[in-house]
T-cell receptor, first 112, second 114 residues
Framework: GQNIDQPTEMTATEGAIVQINCTYQ??????LFWYQQHAGEAPTFLSY??LDGLEEKGRFSSFLSRSKGYSYLLLKELQMKDSASYLC?????????????WGAGTKLIIKP | DSGVTQTPKHLITATGQRVTLRCSPR?????VYWYQQSLDQGLQFLIH???????AKGNILERFSAQQFPDLHSELNLSSLELGDSALYFC?????????????FGDGTRLSIL
């Protein structure tokens, strides 16, 4: 079967670092995306991983381990504007015919 | 600004009615995707079109249909509307839908069924 798990909600402090985990099960892994979505707004693309390892983009980094079916999004130097939901999505070349399977999202609350 | 345009932004209608949501993809993008997002829920994939042809269907109800026109804009038609259809409907586009291409989302159409 296909499944993506993320924590429902996390809280962190402004200026700190937070790691949002994502575990997945798919029949044919073909890449993993992270998106940010502010309440009531469109998701915006953050990062993409297809090979194992860390991809860094400014304050945001994303890690992938295909053997473990695991990814995380690391946010550094947290700002109040980082309060949003973070969506993990896996491209599946098996049952889903190359479509994205989306996690339910992790709501990140930043406190001053 | 993602470059994906969705109209209208808001739609209020009654049960049993029919509505059409419109999407213009980013310039040059051939793939268009439709998603439904109910309040505090995840994104539910509805359908994917590539260059005018249906590529994949997700959890799309039979009351819903879509098409992509020769100019690549797409429309999602929702009929016999029910209260549970109230949601945010997103359109996204990508260049071809190939590996590694992110989907870029429009601002969505918020549909409210009274």
């Amino acid at each position: 079967g296909q499944n993506i798990d993320q924590p429902t909600e996390m809280t962190a402090t402004e200026g700190a670092i937070v790691q949002i985990n994502c575990t997945y099960q798919t029949s044919g892994f073909n890449g993993l995306f992270w998106y940010q979505q502010h309440a009531g707004e469109a998701p915006t693309f953050l990062s993409y991983n297809v090979l194992d390892g860390l991809e860094e983009k400014g304050r945001f980094s994303s890690f992938l381990s295909r053997s473990k079916g695991y990814s995380y999004l690391l946010l550094k130097e947290l700002q109040m504007k980082d309060s949003a939901s973070y969506l993990c999505a896996v491209r599946d070349k098996g049952e889903s015919n190359y479509q994205l399977i989306w996690g339910a999202g992790t709501k990140l609350i930043i406190k001053p | 600004d993602s470059g994906v345009t969705q109209t209208p932004k808001h739609l209020i209608t009654a049960t049993g009615q029919r509505v059409t949501l419109r999407c213009s993809p980013r310039s040059g993008d051939l793939s268009v995707y439709w998603y439904q997002q109910s309040l505090d829920q995840g994104l539910q994939f509805l359908i994917h079109y590539y260059n005018g042809e249906e590529r994949a269907k997700g959890n799309i109800l039979e009351r819903f249909s879509a098409q992509q026109f020769p100019d690549l804009h797409s429309e999602l038609n929702l009929s016999s509307l029910e209260l549970g259809d109230s949601a945010l409907y997103f359109c996204a586009s990508s260049a071809t839908g190939g590996t590694g291409q992110p989907q870029h989302f429009g601002d969505g159409t918020r549909l409210s069924i009274l």
